[in-house]
């Protein structure tokens, strides 16, 4: 029987999601889930909705624990699930207004930016904690780690959490989807490689049943009929680049500092009909109304007015083909956040980066991949430069390296001065000091832990 912990399993759409997507493995239907979260209205919500959707699709084996101690839910985990958002929509509010003060327009903010360092730097402190009761209390687990922002967050686990983990993202999935449908081919018979940084993952290799896509990519996607309307940014970018982004319109439009200038042309690369198109704050505000739905939706789920999640239906997220590989045998393959260990020759060792990997009962492992192309790798090093200075400052409580860092952020170097991000930066360590323990007179700081001696491998 497996046990999983899921923290932060307050997010009521994507914890049912998981769930039902490890359901979908018979040799799963016996799992003892704990969700965890400190949000007790939210844990209750989505535990009361798990165990309907469970009794209705006659999964009477399978075991719902909540609780608010995190401790108790990590006690002799398998798998530890991490779906945390480190200060709630209170503290996202901040992410992105403060900086809009001075310009910077983002519309996600979760990745890079202001909005992004300070994420990093308030989520690293419960990563780190997760990763000390995981020494202590399951020694033997794996970290799936689903939090943004990816990069920086599974960067300072490895660094000094001393336990196995693995970032975890779908842009791979989405952008492969997007591809077959530009040139009007089944999406399992594309073949790609992917590789880069997480939100900045390039397909430098796009083939179909053996002939090269990618001469033919941009034609593709400046004919389809509604992709140059969604996607101005990202078809932009492979016109220069000549390869394509896995991200969203939007997402890639605030890593970069040619899109969300304060200038006459910014709408032509912007999507206004949807938030994922680049609408500043359009997440945050997505965010807002999704909360009011699920409120509204969660009676009748209940009542069954609204469906549950139908059993067999299994989404395309890494988590449940992950644990299927490592418990089963059954090998998978998918796009992770890793340690680069010469993988991406052009990029540092050190840092995180997205590559195809393999998993099978022996563990997961990294494909090399060699140089990324130039512009490509010149993008991704540019981000890489700001998420190793907010580690740095998240692990040390260095104030100045924060602002250093989002100085040299791409979008906020475009729009702002050194006298503004300093002012900006200092305005958002005063709004987000209840979650800062590095900055706020807690003194909390984390020295370096060498990862376990089998690295990604699986201890039997």
């Keep these: 029987m497996l046990k999983i912990a899921m923290i932060g399993a307050g997010s009521i759409g994507f914890t049912r999601r998981l769930i039902m997507d490890l359901m979908a493995v018979p040799e799963f239907r016996d799992t003892e889930f704990r969700l965890m979260d400190i949000n007790a209205e939210n844990l209750e919500m989505v535990t009361n909705l798990s165990r309907h959707m469970l009794e ?39 992410d992105i207004e403060i900086p809009l003060k001075y310009g910077v327009e983002q519309c996600v903010g979760d990745t890079l930016g202001p909005g992004g360092v300070f994420f990093a730097l308030r989520t690293i402190p419960v990563l780190l904690d997760i990763a000390r009761d995981m020494r202590e209390l399951a020694p033997n687990a794996l970290l799936l780690n689903y939090s943004n922002p990816m990069a920086m967050n599974t960067w300072a686990v490895r660094r000094a959490g001393g336990v196995r983990v693995v970032g975890l993202c779908h842009g791979v999935q989405h952008g492969h989807e997007q591809i077959a449908e530009a040139f009007g081919l089944p999406q399992s018979e594309i073949d790609q490689i992917c590789a880069g940084i997480n939100h900045q993952t390039w397909f430098i290799k796009v083939s179909h049943k053996g002939k090269d896509l990618l001469p033919g990519m941009l034609e593709a996607f400046e004919k389809h009929p509604t992709l140059p309307q969604t996607e101005p940014c990202r078809i932009d970018v492979l016109r220069r680049f000549g390869y394509y982004s896995t991200e969203s319109n939007g997402h890639l439009s605030e890593y970069l500092p040619w899109y969300r200038k304060q200038s006459a042309d910014m709408n032509k690369w912007i999507n206004d009909k949807e938030w994922i198109g680049g609408v500043t704050a359009g997440y945050l505000e997505h965010c807002l109304e999704r909360f009011e739905d699920y409120k509204a939706m969660y009676p009748k789920w209940l009542n069954g007015e609204l469906e549950s999640i139908p059993l067999g239906q299994r989404s395309e997220e890494h988590g449940s083909y992950i644990i299927e590989a490592l418990e089963t045998g059954r090998p998978y393959r998918g796009n992770f956040n890793i340690e680069n260990r010469g993988m991406i020759t052009n990029l540092p060792d050190g840092s995180t980066i997205e590559i ?105």
């Design 56 to 94: 209705v699709n006659g999964l009477d084996r399978v075991t719902i624990h909540s609780t608010t101690n995190q401790r108790e839910a990590i006690k002799d985990a398998d798998y530890v699930i991490c779906l945390a958002r480190v200060g709630g929509l209170e503290a996202y509010r901040h």
């Design 356 to 460: 195809p990997c393999y998993v099978d009962r022996h563990g997961i492992a990294p494909t090399w991949i060699g140089d990324l192309p130039l512009a490509c790798a010149a993008t991704c090093r540019a981000s890489i430069s700001v998420q190793e200075m907010a580690v740095e400052a998240a692990l040390t409580g260095n104030r100045e390296l924060v602002k250093q860092a989002i100085l040299h952020d791409p979008l906020t170097a475009a729009i702002c001065g050194t006298e503004q991000v300093w002012s900006m930066v200092d305005e958002m360590f005063e709004a987000l000091a209840p979650w800062l323990p590095q900055f706020n007179g807690e003194n909390r700081t984390w020295k370096d832990i060498p990862q376990p001696e089998a690295g990604y491998y699986r201890i039997s």
